[in-house]
């Protein structure tokens, strides 16, 4: 079957939402524990640092080695089997909290076993993207899966709470929580069971052997580079501003800005909103203004991340709420235009059998990158004592982006395959 006389299937639709149902899963997953922090410390008997690193940090790590290993089993056997197999990873890993989550050493393992199934899932959106969808609407499929994945993280965020409080254990609170990777689950089977997206010709060949071939060339391309570190320095920047910000703007001065916890959650829920509704629209950008490249938007967003994080900390716009609410929503809209057109520039522009690999490669070393982010962050916060120098490294990763999305070029050797 040719490019020319390729027929993507309606069903594409159902897939489509799966993969919105299976990342917001996953974003509750990670998310969840958050909030509960103190109630799991206690139960634990460890400070709040073991526990955090016991439920967080061990999570990242493994999201991050299984979603660089992930691609090549996204590859071989498809994203809709890789979710299913993943999702009851995640299904274990929460129901199992009430036995085996609590210890330290146990809460590690089930933590570990869900970052497992979670990887995978987060490599999966350029793979799902270039092998149902056609070119002009990968950009708006990698938009909107990143607002679900915004989204998973605010409901994390009610519902971990709002259940908790019910059943007043966090073990059984998690455990309730794996109703919604269940839901996924069902979804996948069924998508995996409906009609199957068109085959490229040089996917059939590229079974017979010239898959590793083509990924050899395809890391030898600095689009390729440019594109994965996009993505990486994305995170860094994403980490870095849920991480410090929140307390940036809660603490007394002259550390922070002194607003108080109620008034830093509420900006940063309208924070959290902005980057969902800036996610939606990069596909619409890209796919409709700029006619699939990527490069223009990412450079801009880029640019005004760098702009309105810096914003936060100018006199004039800390003394004025309305002018800081502004600016950090313009934040939150300008840094949603950097992971998800790159991860579709990667679904537009390489054959769909080098996808996976490739997006689990931008995704997994993305979230070492974040995890760099967070300890940069900390280190200037401690060092310095004033948020500022944090802020400060924000703007710096930003600029560095701005150079490497200009490295965003299509490249010729797999125009034709």
């Given at each position: 079957?040719?490019?020319?006389?390729?027929?993507?299937?309606?069903?594409?639709?159902?897939?489509?939402?799966?993969?919105?149902?299976?990342?917001?899963?996953?974003?509750v997953?990670?998310?969840?524990?958050?909030?509960?922090?103190?109630?799991?410390?206690?139960?634990?008997?460890?400070?709040?640092?073991?526990?955090?690193a016991?439920?967080?940090?061990?999570?990242?790590?493994?999201?991050?080695?299984?979603?660089?290993?992930?691609?090549?089993?996204?590859?071989?056997?498809?994203?809709?089997?890789?979710?299913?197999?993943?999702?009851?990873?995640?299904?274990?890993?929460?129901?199992?909290?009430?036995?085996?989550?609590?210890?330290?050493?146990?809460?590690?393992?089930?933590?570990?076993?869900?970052?497992?199934?979670?990887?995978?899932?987060?490599?999966?959106?350029?793979?799902?993207?270039?092998?149902?969808?056609?070119?002009?609407?990968?950009g708006?499929?990698?938009?909107?899966?990143?607002?679900?994945?915004?989204?998973?993280?605010?409901?994390?965020?009610?519902?971990?709470?709002?259940?908790?409080?019910?059943?007043?254990d966090w073990?059984?609170?998690?455990?309730?929580?794996?109703?919604?990777?269940?839901?996924?689950?069902?979804?996948?089977?069924?998508?995996?069971?409906?009609?199957?997206?068109?085959?490229?010709?040089?996917?059939?060949?590229?079974?017979?052997?010239?898959?590793?071939?083509?990924?050899?060339?395809?890391?030898?391309?600095?689009?390729?580079?440019?594109?994965?570190?996009?993505?990486?320095?994305?995170?860094?920047?994403?980490?870095?501003?849920?991480?410090l910000?929140?307390?940036?703007?809660?603490?007394?001065?002259?550390?922070?800005l002194?607003?108080?916890?109620?008034?830093?959650?509420?900006?940063?829920?309208?924070?959290?909103?902005?980057?969902?509704?800036?996610?939606?629209?990069?596909?619409?950008?890209?796919?409709?203004?700029?006619?699939g490249?990527?490069?223009?938007?990412?450079?801009?967003?880029?640019?005004?991340?760098?702009?309105?994080?810096?914003?936060?900390?100018?006199?004039?716009?800390?003394?004025?709420?309305?002018?800081?609410?502004?600016?950090?929503?313009?934040?939150?809209?300008?840094?949603?235009?950097?992971?998800?057109?790159?991860?579709?520039?990667?679904?537009?522009?390489?054959?769909?059998?080098?996808?996976?690999?490739?997006?689990?490669?931008?995704?997994?070393?993305?979230?070492?990158?974040?995890?760099?982010?967070?300890?940069?962050g900390?280190?200037?916060?401690?060092?310095?004592?004033?948020?500022?120098?944090?802020?400060?490294?924000?703007?710096?990763?930003?600029?560095?982006?701005?150079?490497?999305?200009?490295?965003?070029?299509?490249?010729?050797?797999?125009?034709?395959?």
């Open positions: 079957m040719t490019k020319q006389t390729m027929v993507y299937p309606a069903f594409r639709w159902v897939v489509f939402i799966t993969l919105c149902i299976v990342t917001a899963s996953t974003a997953a990670l998310i969840a524990p958050a909030p509960l922090m103190g109630p799991i410390a206690k139960t634990l008997g460890v400070s709040l640092g073991e526990a955090t016991a439920t967080m940090g061990t999570f990242n790590l493994f999201v991050g080695i299984s979603a660089l290993l992930g691609g090549w089993f996204l590859d071989r056997f498809g994203a809709l089997r890789v979710w299913i197999i993943c999702l009851i990873l995640i299904i274990i890993s929460e129901v199992s909290m009430s036995s085996w989550g609590n210890s330290i050493g146990g809460l590690n393992l089930l933590r570990i076993i869900a970052g497992i199934g979670t990887g995978p899932i987060m490599a999966s959106t350029a793979r799902v993207a270039a092998q149902w969808f056609p070119k002009h609407e990968r708006i499929v990698t938009g909107i899966q990143g607002m679900a994945m915004g989204l998973g993280i605010a409901i994390g965020f009610m519902l971990a709470p709002a259940v908790f409080q019910a059943s007043g073990a059984v609170t998690m455990a309730w929580l794996s109703l919604m990777p269940l839901v996924a689950v069902v979804m996948a089977a069924i998508s995996l069971v409906g009609p199957k997206p068109p085959t490229f010709i040089s996917d059939e060949v590229s079974a017979d052997g010239g898959s590793q071939n083509d990924f050899i060339q395809a890391l030898k391309l600095p689009a390729t580079w440019a594109a994965i570190a996009c993505v990486t320095w994305a995170g860094w920047i994403f980490q870095g501003i849920n991480d910000v929140p307390a940036y703007l809660a603490i007394d001065g002259p550390v922070g002194g607003k108080g916890p109620m008034v830093a959650g509420q900006f940063m829920t309208t924070f959290s909103v902005a980057f969902m509704l800036g996610a939606v629209l990069s596909g619409f950008i890209v796919e409709k203004i700029f006619k490249q990527t490069k223009p938007v990412v450079f801009c967003g880029f640019i005004g991340t760098a702009v309105f994080s810096l914003s936060l900390k100018l006199p004039f716009v800390v003394a004025n709420e309305t002018i800081l609410l502004i600016c950090l929503v313009l934040t939150g809209l300008f840094s949603a235009l950097l992971t998800p057109p790159s991860i579709a520039f990667i679904a537009r522009n390489y054959p769909e059998h080098l996808t996976g690999k490739l997006g689990g490669i931008a995704q997994g070393i993305g979230i070492f990158g974040g995890t760099a982010g967070v300890f940069a900390a280190y200037a916060l401690h060092s310095t004592g004033f948020y500022y120098a944090s802020i400060y490294i924000v703007v710096i990763i930003a600029i560095i982006g701005c150079i490497f999305s200009l490295g965003q070029n299509p490249p010729r050797i797999f125009s034709k395959k």
